[in-house]
């Protein structure tokens, strides 16, 4: 494996770990914040924050590249954080967790079409594996399809394949534009996304904003923005230079792993034998991916 693999495998790593940290205190937020408003104030704090820092570099490079060559993963992935969300209210977390994690297979098959790449059969092995390391983490979160397949499971399947396409598009958009640039794009069309759909379902209108006075809703508000909107999108575009789209959606499921671990220990939720199962086939397939030729 060579050193700049590895760099943007660690990228990757260290994003899932940052994504999976806060995701049992968010959910207490949740309970009291709609979603739409607090996303909408991730994304406005992202884009500020950005643009009091690197505002006359993201401006320049935004200017001098041009729409078609960054609109797509721009788009993809301010309606994958969207999609996503709203996903929720439709069908359980856990079906919504299995159904978002056909992401890799969704790049894999994005390749193919626009990149001509080849699908092998260690792909289909690895992809197998982490498909079905995924079905077992959602098992324990409740998943079930006993009623079949609804709209919200066709959201999440609309959300994985938003995802891919930011990964598969994103990297021929790192030819004509920065990771930094492209990361601040990608948060402005979250935020006008939030911002629509909070208009159209009242949230932004119904919205407690003295909420925003809590300590640990802002602390949730500032994690969320700086460590994962701004540093995620960063890791995940400048991994892209280094690794393929595929590699990175494989080494993204390790997030519900930190995800479980996390509410272990903050929630009690326990780790069941399935889900424990789930763990090691997610991470056995993420192994196997990280020692295969690009």
Known sequence: MDNYKLLGISMIVLQSVIYGLPDSYVKLVYQEFPVMSFLGCRYALATLLMLVFWGKNI??????????HYIIPVLCM????????SALKYTTVGNAAFVRSSTPIVAAVMLMLFFQRRFTWRDAVILSI???GMYCLAVQ???????GFGFGELLSFTAACAMAGSLVFGKDALKYIKPLSLSWLQCVASLMFCCLVGLFDGSLQSTDWNLLEKNY?????????????????QLQNLALKYINSKTISVLQCLYPIVAAVVAYFVLGEA????GILGCVMVISSVLLECLSRE
């Open 217 to 233: 809703v802002w602390g949730s508000l500032l994690y969320l923005t700086i460590p994962c909107s701004i540093g995620g999108l």
């Open 130 to 132: 982490v498909l079905g």
């Open 78 to 85: 301010g309606s994958a954080f969207l999609i996503s969300n």
């Open 59 to 68: 401006i320049e490079d935004v200017r001098q590249a041009e729409v078609k």
């Open 141 to 147: 979160r409740g998943a079930s399809f006993s009623q």
């Open 271 to 274: 780790m069941t034998g399935i």
